[in-house]
């Protein structure tokens, strides 16, 4: 029994494990999607000309639900890690992640608005390389 109870206390709490659960979650997708929409583009564009738009616009229906997702745990997070009480070294590297979470959506959203290929790519690429960066960051914030 004694053993047992060891285990439990090296183990996060359910709260936690509910909120890391659901961030994961979240950022898994919204990034995991994006780089699985961009693996399949080659195949998409041989079955037809419109197929990838398609195929975006009924991704965007799942990745913005996930994004927000992100954004209501994230500030989960914050509050229950105490980040105001953190160094200011944990909270400039919070600060960085939320400048990354903020290109983030914006270039997701440029991407969707964009009438080019060529800016299409651009600003997919700007949103995916933030969104990577903002994800580095959280797993360094959560330590
Ligand atoms: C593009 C969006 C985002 C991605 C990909 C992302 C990804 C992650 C990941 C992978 C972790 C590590 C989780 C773990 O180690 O179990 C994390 C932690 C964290 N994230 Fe995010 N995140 C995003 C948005 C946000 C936002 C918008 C906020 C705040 C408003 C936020 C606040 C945090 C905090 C404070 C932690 C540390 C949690 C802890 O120590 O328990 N994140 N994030």
């Known amino acids: ?31 995991g999607g994006q780089l699985v929409v961009a693996g399949l583009l080659p195949t998409l564009r041989s079955m037809g000309e419109d197929a990838p738009r398609k195929v975006a616009a009924a991704f965007a229906r799942v990745s913005w639900p996930a994004f927000w ?39 997701a959203y440029l991407h969707t608005r964009a009438t080019t290929p060529r800016r299409r790519g651009v600003f997919a690429g700007v949103g995916a390389l933030a969104t990577v960066a903002a994800m580095v960051l959280g797993v360094a914030l959560a330590g």
């Open 1 to 31: 029994m004694a053993g047992s109870v060891g285990v439990f206390a090296v183990l996060a709490s359910a709260p936690t494990v509910v909120r890391l659960s659901l961030h994961v979650l979240g950022a898994s997708v919204w990034l």
């Open 69 to 107: 997702l992100l954004v209501i745990t994230g500030l989960w997070n914050y509050a229950a890690v105490h980040g105001a009480s953190q160094s200011s070294a944990w909270n400039a590297v919070f600060l960085i992640k939320m400048l990354c979470v903020v290109a983030a959506g914006i270039g």
